[in-house]
């Protein structure tokens, strides 16, 4: 019968060695500054993912219809002749929405000869101020912030395209994007 000889691993502990070597907390700030560029790659590789309009879609279908400030955008346009009389009950930024984003699963009403967008190419096509106004006004774009849009849509040459483009200009996709993602997790929160 071998006996085997037994070894006694119950000695110091690696942070022991390091700090008896004197390298400890190099060796944690190595560490730790290793872990935090790995967590700022991965965040930057997932920012770099751009949203596709099926997303935006999604996000879209959870969004609230109701939106005070784009209702008085659509008066003030009203108002200034820009835009017919809508009937709010039969028409909403969310409905067009959903409706024109249907299109980007093929050529749609437009016969678009490429189809394969991101969300955020949709937004920066869009020629209708309602719409992006509404969409910057329940993603939670600050209050403040929409008002500006709003004035500044107003301000605007009176054709959609300018005045979208002023919208766009005071909110910008990124400010959209960074925020649908949270407001339609509180919602669903609040649902479920």
Not at 35 to 40: D, M
Request: aromatic share 8%; proline share 6%.
């Amino acid at each position: 019968m071998s006996t085997q000889p037994t070894f006694d691993h119950s000695g110091s502990s690696f942070d022991s060695f390091l700090e008896e070597e004197g390298i400890l907390d190099e060796v944690e700030a190595v560490a730790i500054e290793r872990c935090i560029c790995e967590f700022q790659q991965s965040l930057e590789e997932w920012r770099g993912r751009s949203m596709d309009p099926r997303e935006l879609k999604s996000h879209i279908s959870n969004l609230p219809s109701r939106a005070p400030i784009t209702v008085e955008l659509k008066d003030a346009l009203q108002e200034a002749g820009c835009i017919e009389p809508i009937d709010h009950g039969r028409f909403s930024p969310k409905e067009s929405w959903l409706g024109w984003l249907d299109g980007y699963n093929g050529p749609g009403y437009h016969n678009r000869k490429d189809w394969n967008r991101t969300a955020e190419f949709v937004y920066n096509h869009l020629n209708a101020p309602l719409m992006a106004l509404w969409l910057g006004e329940v993603s939670g774009v600050p209050k403040p912030v929409v008002r500006k849009a709003m004035a500044a849509a107003r301000h605007a040459h009176p054709n959609f395209g300018t005045q979208t483009a002023a919208i766009r200009k005071i909110i910008p996709w990124k400010m959209i994007e960074d925020r649908l993602g949270v407001v339609t997790e509180k919602i669903s929160g609040k649902q479920g």
